[in-house]
């Protein structure tokens, strides 16, 4: 459609051809974005160098979110390249897959405070990074779920961090609109990937899904792509601190 023609765009979290980053990522570039990306970690850059092939995607280097000086890399590499920036999508969470089965109340310490660092406070730690570049405004772009809104079985710390991230989004809109630059998230609905196989019951999810979406099936990560195009996208620019559910409906429903 080519309604990001012209755009530079910084996209975090992709880890294989599953993963909702490389849906986003193959739309931007199809819609005529010209795309970054950054990976965790020596096996994921494996993984990630022959995807970033198939978009003629920068690699702007190994980014944990964890480490300040990391992502402070990064934005020095894109604006190396590029000398400013049109958009980013984070597309990162972390939990310690022993407490995302069982019970919430049992969630330790330090697996909430790994949870919310990498899940929640990492997308504020990169608008801080990116408002720098968007000299004339932009757009950042997250990924949440519904467990943030309500109860979903073994999400647990998952849905907390969520809540915080969705919350980070409206406070980062207020800060960031006076310079034109737009915050929102899309809300997924389960899709098989990586990170979500670390979920207990997961296939139940999905199936539950299937069953009562009004769409009577789940998304996948090309639709959950084009509707980030939307928000990356000129035509969203009326919209910020928005949720966007993608997710065949279900948020009516559950
Ligand atoms: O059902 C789903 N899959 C949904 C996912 C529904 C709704 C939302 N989401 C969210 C996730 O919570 C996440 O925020 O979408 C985002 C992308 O997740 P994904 O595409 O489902 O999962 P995956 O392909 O595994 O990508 C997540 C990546 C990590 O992969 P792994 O699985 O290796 O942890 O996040 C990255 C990493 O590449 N990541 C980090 N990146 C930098 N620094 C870090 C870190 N410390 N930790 C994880």
Redesign the pocket.
């Known amino acids: 459609s080519g309604v990001l023609r012209g755009k530079r765009g910084l996209v ?5 051809n ?6 986003i990522a193959k739309a931007a570039r199809l819609a005529g974005a010209e795309i970054a990306l ?4 020596e096996a ?1 850059e494996r993984r990630v160098r022959p995807l970033a092939a198939e978009l003629d995607a920068h690699v702007v280097g190994e ?5 300040g000086a ?1 992502i402070d890399h990064v934005f020095a590499e894109v604006e190396k390249l590029w000398g400013g920036l049109d958009f980013v999508v ?5 939990s310690d897959k022993d407490e995302l089965t069982g019970r919430y109340v049992d969630t330790s310490e330090k697996n909430f405070t790994t949870s919310l660092a ?2 929640c406070y ?1 997308f504020t730690a990169v608008a801080q990074r990116a408002e720098k570049l968007m000299k004339t405004g932009g757009s950042l772009l ?5 467990g943030a809104e309500k109860w979903m079985p073994h999400y647990n710390v ?1 849905g907390v961090a ?1 809540a915080a ?1 969705e919350a980070s989004v409206r406070y980062l809109a207020a800060d960031l609109g006076e310079k034109a630059i737009r915050v929102n998230a ?14 207990g019951d ?1 296939r139940y ?1 999905l199936k539950w899904n299937e069953y009562n979406a009004p769409l009577r099936r789940t998304v996948t ?1 090309d639709e959950v792509g084009e509707s980030a195009v939307f928000l990356l996208s000129p035509m969203a620019r009326g919209v910020t601190g928005e949720i966007l559910h993608v997710d065949a409906g279900y948020h009516v429903v559950g």
């Open positions: 975090m979290g992709l880890a294989n599953r993963s909702i980053a490389w849906g950054t990976y965790q970690g994921l980014c944990d979110v964890t480490d990391s984070h597309c990162i969470a972390f990498i899940s990492s997250t990924l949440t779920y519904y998952m969520k991230l899309i809300s997924a609905g389960p899709i098989k990937t990586l990170a979500a196989s670390g979920i997961f999810i990560i």
